[in-house]
């Protein structure tokens, strides 16, 4: 099937620094690619909607400042969390709708944690 | 925003026990589908159900759609300790459109 890379895996870092998370379909091509954050024990919630030669689309109450997303080719979309804080920690988790159907494919994750 | 509730929110099961999961969602849909999370991991495809469909199985898992209660379950017969996972239902997802998840369920397989 359809497999969705992301790196890092797991990121540390100190609070005022950014950071980037790539997210790449691996052997199909992903137009659109959507970021989700997930907080502990909690579900995923869409952040926003990446779109390969646009701008991304994001949703309410996320800052499009704060998280820059960058589709730069059809098969890697980029979030960068910029001036990161602790309330940033959280687990990134990126997708892409496979080659049929509705499914989408998901991406491993990020877990952030910014101190 | 999600799609609506699921229940129980955790279940913890002995091996070989049958799993029953409940998902509700709010608007009208196509399809509904179900993912799989284990901890601290991404979401793996396990059934999608159309809206003109009412059941629909794949191995042991059986999903049942309710399109007048706007509700869906998923039943794991004979679970296993690996089993032990994060499940949440999603709406959405065609046309380049977003999932729409569920709270999720927690299931704990006991050996």
């Known amino acids: 099937g359809a497999v969705v890379s992301q790196h890092p895996s797991r990121v540390i870092c100190k609070s005022g620094t950014s950071v980037k998370i790539e997210c790449r379909s691996l052997?199909?091509?992903?137009?659109?690619m959507f970021w989700y954050r997930q907080f502990p024990k909690q579900s995923l919630m869409l952040m926003a909607t990446?779109?390969?030669?646009?701008?991304?689309?994001?949703e309410q109450g996320v800052e499009k400042d704060k998280f820059l997303i960058n589709h730069a080719s059809l098969t890697l979309s980029t979030l960068t969390v910029t001036s990161a804080h602790p309330e940033d920690s959280s687990f990134y988790i990126c997708?892409?709708?496979?080659?049929?159907?509705?499914?989408?494919?998901f991406g491993p994750g990020t877990r952030l944690l910014v101190l | 925003s999600q799609q609506g509730e699921e229940d129980p929110q955790a279940l913890s099961i002995q091996e070989g026990e049958n799993a029953t999961m409940n998902c509700s969602y709010k608007?009208?849909?196509?399809?509904l589908q179900w993912y799989r999370q284990n901890s601290g991991r991404g979401l793996v495809h396990l059934i999608l159900?159309?809206?003109?469909?009412r059941e629909k199985h794949s191995g042991r898992l059986r999903v049942t759609l309710d399109t007048s209660k706007k509700s869906s379950s998923l039943l794991i017969t004979a679970s296993r300790a690996a089993d032990t996972a994060s499940y949440f239902c999603a709406t959405g997802g065609g046309g380049n459109t977003p999932l729409v998840f569920g709270k999720g369920t927690r299931l704990s397989v006991i050996a």
């Open positions: 990446s779109n390969e030669g646009s701008k991304a689309t994001y």
């Open positions: 608007t009208s849909i196509n399809n």
């Open positions: 052997d199909f091509q992903a137009t659109t």
């Open positions: 159900i159309r809206s003109n469909e």
């Open positions: 997708s892409a709708p496979g080659p049929y159907q509705e499914t989408q494919y």
